[in-house]
């Protein structure tokens, strides 16, 4: 009665948030599962970006409800966005749900479980649905625990919780709250001890990661909380890589840019949201920034560091976007030239203010602005990426590729994705790799091995 598996939706700060339960299970005597069938509790760890995410989680769970009527002691439950977003008006459409647990309470969840199974075990009367959506302080501070089980050459680190910008199409502010900034000294000691059981790199996630400490700690000369934690981080021996997402571009100023030349580990890739690139739709938006100014980040990175990789997040079909700004984003989009982009096209989310404007983009004109935006997306990244065919890149390892035998996947410093036949004994190792094929996702290559000729350098690694 203690096989639990963890479904997870969405997001980086989802999976971080997942395996931090499953070790929490662990650590509390449960047994976490990679097989839904053997389970006998699932919990389903919710996304609400879309609707169409909801649909799926609430499809989902549907379709579990009927293994309870089989079983009755099987355990169902929801945690996360979805759950805090839509609160227990989830109940009057799966009554069968034992637990419905907020973005501010994963902690809770093997006390729960504990609870619902003490209950069972005394053949107590069942409790109905256990509910905890409350806000709770400090509890960004449980999002800590990493699994033991296997090394992580890359691990997550979350930073912080919530979001205190209300851009118009976003439900993150209604599902996490307000921002709550962990410790310093906590989040160096989670990355040390990452660090002392093999990990080599981090990302730091947070919704809007780098107004981490604002109005909390203190700029020191001119430096702000995030990039004095950046500083530390770069200062942990045996880390080697440091990434972070996602950020605002709100929050690129001088000193976060001038980071980019000066903190080593700090690696030359940077995911940009601009969502529009016409000034009208980013103020329906609510995002506080003008293309103007998006470019002038964009080229103050690249004075700084011309190598660096770019993505981005754009939507397409916002409320009232005429061609004219839609060609204002496609003009943008084009002169950046980006390695990697997520383009959506607008659906509603109800409950967020852009809910109230009118829908107004038809579908087709939405597919045909997605489908522009995904042409010059193709065409650059294969361009960036054919660039660096011939070029030495140093990748680090992250361990056997999904597909090809003998083949490791690993990312170089602007985090594209490289297969290279190497040997297991490398994997957790920055290696240099000479690249020799690509494409428009994925690179290619060989190890280079000092003094060995490079077209004998896969098979000698093998
Ligand atoms: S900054 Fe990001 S997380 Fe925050 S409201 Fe805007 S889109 Fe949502």
Redesign the pocket.
């Given at each position: 009665m203690n096989r639990v598996y963890i479904k997870t939706y969405g997001c980086q700060m989802n999976e971080r948030d997942s395996e931090a339960v499953a070790v929490q299970l662990r650590d509390r005597g449960y047994t976490v599962v990679d097989d839904e069938k053997s389970a006998d509790i699932v919990l389903l760890n919710t996304c609400a970006v879309r609707d169409q995410a909801e649909q799926k989680a609430i499809g989902k769970t549907g379709h579990l409800a009927k293994r309870k009527r089989d079983n009755p002691d099987f355990i169902l439950g929801i945690m996360g966005c979805m759950a805090q977003n839509r609160g227990t008006e989830l109940l009057d459409r799966l009554p069968d749900l034992d637990l419905l647990v907020g973005t501010q309470k994963f902690h809770r969840v093997p006390e729960m479980l504990d609870q619902l199974i003490r209950r069972e075990n005394a053949l107590g009367p069942r409790p109905n649905t256990l509910v905890d959506l409350e806000e709770e302080a400090g509890s960004e501070e449980t999002i800590r625990e990493h699994s033991g089980d296997q090394r992580q050459v890359s691990a997550y680190v979350s930073i912080m919780q919530g979001?205190n910008?209300?851009?118009t199409?976003?439900i993150?502010?209604k599902t996490r709250g307000a921002e709550r900034y962990r410790e310093m000294d906590s989040i160096c000691a989670e990355i040390e001890e990452l660090v002392s059981r093999g990990t080599r790199e981090v990302t730091l996630l947070g919704?809007?990661v780098n107004s981490y400490g604002m109005r909390r700690i203190a700029y020191r000369n001119g430096i702000s909380p995030f990039v004095q934690l950046l500083e530390r981080v770069n200062a942990i021996e045996g880390l080697e890589r440091i990434r972070f997402t996602?950020p605002?571009p709100r929050g690129f100023q001088k000193d976060l840019v001038e980071a980019y030349g000066r903190l080593e580990k700090l690696m030359p890739y940077v995911h940009l949201?601009l969502q529009s690139g016409s000034d009208r739709v980013l103020k329906r938006m609510r995002?506080p920034y003008t293309r103007r100014r998006f470019l002038e980040i964009v080229a103050q990175l690249r004075a700084v560091q011309p190598e660096i990789s770019l993505s981005t997040d754009i939507i397409v079909g916002f409320p009232g976007e005429t061609e004219e700004d839609f060609h204002a984003t496609r003009d943008l989009f084009e002169e950046v030239g980006f390695d990697m982009a997520f383009i959506f096209k607008y659906s509603e989310r109800s409950g967020t203010p852009a809910a109230e404007m009118e829908d107004d983009v038809p579908a087709e004109v939405k597919d045909a602005r997605n489908k522009v935006l995904l042409e010059i997306l193709g065409r650059s990244s294969l361009e960036r990426n054919t660039a660096l065919i011939g070029t030495e890149q140093s990748i680090l390892l992250e361990g056997p590729a999904r597909k090809g035998e003998g083949l490791f996947m690993g990312r170089n410093p602007g985090n594209r994705k490289v297969l290279v036949p190497a040997n297991p004994r490398l994997v957790g190792e920055c290696v240099p790799v000479r690249i020799t094929e690509t494409t428009v996702t994925t690179l290619s290559g060989h190890l280079c091995l000092a003094g060995v000729d490079e077209s004998s350098a896969g098979m000698l690694a093998r």
């Amino acid at each position: 009665m203690n096989r639990v598996y963890i479904k997870t939706y969405g997001c980086q700060m989802n999976e971080r948030d997942s395996e931090a339960v499953a070790v929490q299970l662990r650590d509390r005597g449960y047994t976490v599962v990679d097989d839904e069938k053997s389970a006998d509790i699932v919990l389903l760890n919710t996304c609400a970006v879309r609707d169409q995410a909801e649909q799926k989680a609430i499809g989902k769970t549907g379709h579990l409800a009927k293994r309870k009527r089989d079983n009755p002691d099987f355990i169902l439950g929801i945690m996360g966005c979805m759950a805090q977003n839509r609160g227990t008006e989830l109940l009057d459409r799966l009554p069968d749900l034992d637990l419905l647990v907020g973005t501010q309470k994963f902690h809770r969840v093997p006390e729960m479980l504990d609870q619902l199974i003490r209950r069972e075990n005394a053949l107590g009367p069942r409790p109905n649905t256990l509910v905890d959506l409350e806000e709770e302080a400090g509890s960004e501070e449980t999002i800590r625990e990493h699994s033991g089980d296997q090394r992580q050459v890359s691990a997550y680190v979350s930073i912080m919780q919530g979001c205190n910008m209300h851009c118009t199409f976003c439900i993150v502010p209604k599902t996490r709250g307000a921002e709550r900034y962990r410790e310093m000294d906590s989040i160096c000691a989670e990355i040390e001890e990452l660090v002392s059981r093999g990990t080599r790199e981090v990302t730091l996630l947070g919704q809007i990661v780098n107004s981490y400490g604002m109005r909390r700690i203190a700029y020191r000369n001119g430096i702000s909380p995030f990039v004095q934690l950046l500083e530390r981080v770069n200062a942990i021996e045996g880390l080697e890589r440091i990434r972070f997402t996602s950020p605002h571009p709100r929050g690129f100023q001088k000193d976060l840019v001038e980071a980019y030349g000066r903190l080593e580990k700090l690696m030359p890739y940077v995911h940009l949201p601009l969502q529009s690139g016409s000034d009208r739709v980013l103020k329906r938006m609510r995002r506080p920034y003008t293309r103007r100014r998006f470019l002038e980040i964009v080229a103050q990175l690249r004075a700084v560091q011309p190598e660096i990789s770019l993505s981005t997040d754009i939507i397409v079909g916002f409320p009232g976007e005429t061609e004219e700004d839609f060609h204002a984003t496609r003009d943008l989009f084009e002169e950046v030239g980006f390695d990697m982009a997520f383009i959506f096209k607008y659906s509603e989310r109800s409950g967020t203010p852009a809910a109230e404007m009118e829908d107004d983009v038809p579908a087709e004109v939405k597919d045909a602005r997605n489908k522009v935006l995904l042409e010059i997306l193709g065409r650059s990244s294969l361009e960036r990426n054919t660039a660096l065919i011939g070029t030495e890149q140093s990748i680090l390892l992250e361990g056997p590729a999904r597909k090809g035998e003998g083949l490791f996947m690993g990312r170089n410093p602007g985090n594209r994705k490289v297969l290279v036949p190497a040997n297991p004994r490398l994997v957790g190792e920055c290696v240099p790799v000479r690249i020799t094929e690509t494409t428009v996702t994925t690179l290619s290559g060989h190890l280079c091995l000092a003094g060995v000729d490079e077209s004998s350098a896969g098979m000698l690694a093998r």
